[in-house]
């Protein structure tokens, strides 16, 4: 399944919405999660083969020229227009996705495979927690859109500085938080210690917490383990780690995780 470049949009200084559709999403079929997300794969430079491909034909390539996957949120799916809407986060022309979505013109392709996904806020929940960075904001703004009029929502998201901050809607009456890098360069801290300072509602919580695989982990410690919030129910994964590549991530991602839910 691919979808075709129908609208490029930078939103931030390290963000570009891209707008995905054409006949190469006639199958597409949305699951019912706020958190939903394809498998993007990228074609490397030089590879003997354009979109779409095979993913099957294509295993059999020199590893340089095999698809590079990456896992998207999707932003918004519009099912008038049978459009797949995706924020990407960018630094340049670093890494393979985010080198795509910096270059990416109308007409361009983008093999997709999914969707698939786990979370949508609760309708039972007395108030919601949503707390990320960059990479879950997609994920953050499409839950609060889905948040029962009225019903609290504390948000608090980290990003490089206010340029940086998006517009956020939702039904409940939410408190959002935005966390600047800039003001303490290299503080990887910033987000789980307003996450500790925070003051929170009472009653039974829906917790979102996606992003850095440090800072997931010091706010699962602090949630779980100092506030005493349930972890049944919690989403709380990490999307990326600091000082990885995509690939050595995912090596060791499995045990890093095994590790986190044993701590509490």
């Excluded at 295993?59 to 008038?80: L, N």
């Excluded at 602090?222 to 049944?232: I, S």
């Amino acid at each position: 399944m691919f979808g075709e470049v129908a609208e490029v949009v930078r939103l931030t200084p390290t963000m570009v919405r891209v707008v995905l559709g054409g006949e190469g999403l006639a199958d597409y079929e949305p699951v019912p999660f706020t958190d939903q997300y394809v498998n993007a794969l990228f074609v490397p430079e030089g590879a003997p083969y354009t979109v779409p491909f095979d993913p099957d034909a294509v295993k059999d390539e020199a590893p340089a020229h095999r698809p590079r996957g990456r896992r998207y949120s999707i932003r918004r799916w519009d099912p008038v227009e049978r459009q797949v809407t995706i924020d990407f986060v960018v630094h340049g022309d670093v890494g393979f996705a985010g080198r795509w979505a910096n270059n990416t013109r109308p007409g361009d392709r983008l093999q997709i495979v999914g969707p698939t996904g786990g979370y949508s806020p609760s309708p039972t929940a007395d108030w919601h927690l949503m707390v990320g960075d960059e990479s879950a904001l997609p994920a953050i703004a499409a839950s609060l859109e889905r948040v029962r009029p009225g019903v609290p929502a504390v948000v608090l998201v980290v990003v490089d500085g206010p340029d940086h901050e998006l517009p956020l809607d939702c039904p409940g009456d939410a408190k959002i938080e935005w966390i600047h890098r800039s003001s303490d360069p290299g503080n990887h801290g910033l987000l789980p210690a307003a996450v500790a300072a925070a003051e929170l509602p009472t009653g039974t919580p829906d917790l979102f917490v996606h992003g850095e695989a440090g800072e997931v982990r010091a706010i699962r410690r602090h949630l779980l383990g100092e506030r005493g919030f349930a972890r049944e129910g919690a989403s709380i994964s990490p999307y990326w780690r600091r000082t990885f590549t995509d690939e050595a991530w995912r090596e060791v991602k499995r045990d890093f995780l095994a590790e986190m839910r044993d701590e509490v």
